[in-house]
């Protein structure tokens, strides 16, 4: 008898144990679950005032805003088939603050529902606040805290980041198209592939120069608008690459899987279009026998195959027009690779694509030698560049 009520008893424990259910568990009802946050620094004086008064103490501290975009019951219905009405899929938060952590807790007295941001997607940073202090500092809180994880994209905004936060339709989600449109990359030179928090982490830790992704909003749309430059050595915002400069930038690192190249008919002035299927690239340092970098040379090759092309009196079947239109294609990329390298060295003086991480692989002891102030002695080095374009499909037609 006493051995069935130990069986019994061996029975019962566990099973108990697992109708408990998740001791920790939230009701999703009762939670504010935050999809994208922003950050801008504060400008407007009564925003300042209001601050400073709340406060109840002066000071020329900067300020800055956050928004967090939370996703409404609305959009929750309209996933899983219910009915949706014309009301906003999510809802905008702002609170204005000189720390993250006491600003995001201030949001609770606009808020009835606890934020949980374990759902969150995007982190977007305003120029101005990119620019006035360095991207450690405010992120800071962002990789402490354990509720945001570490895949969350950065990005940049050459505007008011909280403006890239709002969408005309009201079903549209400004976080989850910003997500969409990163994931694009593989189809496009002119889109970084994505940071992200623990990428940027990295980054800042190694003290070099890098890029982030550019957001904007223009009459009310949010598109991706080329890279913005940030300073190794201060940790902050110096300029921004255009979409054709981030193209460059895409050739020298040879990490494009897709996208499109424009060339033009030497004797016709037509657009030839060229399809990337592949493209690598190697950069080669050159020392002389004295230790000092004489230059680098930057090899770029890639297949592909003509898409389209509007030059009515050639016919694509013919070697001799396959042969110009690699060489319109050549020209093309070497315009794109030189004129950012031109802005990278001149007007930036930073070096943000791996030509330093090839002279730390190939001369470990020079590189430990220049690394301090490698954003400046790269700016004075020449670069040679060969490119190279084959052309080995041309489609279904050969008109």
Request: charged share 30%.
């Amino acid at each position: 008898m006493k051995h069935r009520w130990f069986l019994l008893g061996g029975l019962v424990i566990p099973v108990t144990l697992f109708l408990t259910g998740c001791w920790s568990s939230k009701e999703i009802e009762d939670l504010g679950i935050i999809v994208a946050t922003s950050l801008d620094l504060e400008e407007e004086e009564d925003r300042q005032e209001e601050f400073l008064e709340q406060e109840g103490r002066s000071g020329d501290r900067p300020l800055f805003t956050i928004t967090n975009q939370f996703v409404t019951s609305k959009s929750m219905n309209s996933s899983s088939g219910e009915e949706s009405s014309q009301q906003s899929a999510y809802k905008n938060i702002s609170e204005t603050g000189d720390a993250i952590l006491p600003t995001l807790r201030n949001m609770t007295l606009k808020n009835e529902k606890r934020a949980f941001a374990e759902h969150s997607k995007v982190i977007i940073i305003g120029e101005n606040l990119a620019r006035t202090m360095n991207l450690q500092q405010i992120l800071d809180f962002f990789l402490r805290e354990q509720e945001i994880r570490p895949s969350v994209l950065i990005l940049i905004s050459k505007d008011r980041a909280s403006s890239t936060l709002e969408a005309t339709e009201p079903l549209e989600i400004p976080a989850f198209q910003i997500v969409e449109m990163i994931r694009g990359h593989d189809r496009t030179t002119n889109i970084l592939p994505p940071v992200t928090l623990a990428k940027l982490e990295g980054q800042l830790n190694a003290g070099s120069s890098f890029l982030l992704q550019n957001v904007a909003s223009r009459n009310g749309t949010t598109r991706l608008e080329g890279v913005a430059v940030i300073k190794g050595k201060t940790e902050k915002l110096i300029g921004f690459l255009n979409s054709k400069e981030l193209e460059g930038i895409t050739w020298i690192k040879g990490k494009g899987k897709g996208g499109v190249v424009k060339g033009f008919d030497k004797e016709s002035g037509e657009p030839i279009i060229y399809e990337i299927m592949s493209m690598k690239s190697k950069i080669t340092p050159n020392v002389d026998g004295n230790g000092n970098i004489v230059s680098f040379k930057l090899n770029i090759e890639s297949e592909g195959r003509i898409s389209e092309h509007w030059v009515e009196t050639e016919s694509t079947f013919k070697n001799e027009f396959l042969e110009k239109s690699e060489k319109a294609i050549e020209q093309e990329v070497k315009q794109l690779v030189t004129n950012v390298m031109d802005k990278m060295q001149q007007e930036y003086q930073v070096e943000v694509v791996g030509f330093g991480k090839q002279l730390r692989i190939d001369y470990p002891k020079l590189w430990r030698k220049v690394e301090k102030d490698w954003d400046e002695i790269f700016s004075e080095i020449p670069i040679k560049y060969d490119i190279k374009i084959t052309i080995n499909d041309y489609g279904t037609s050969g008109g």
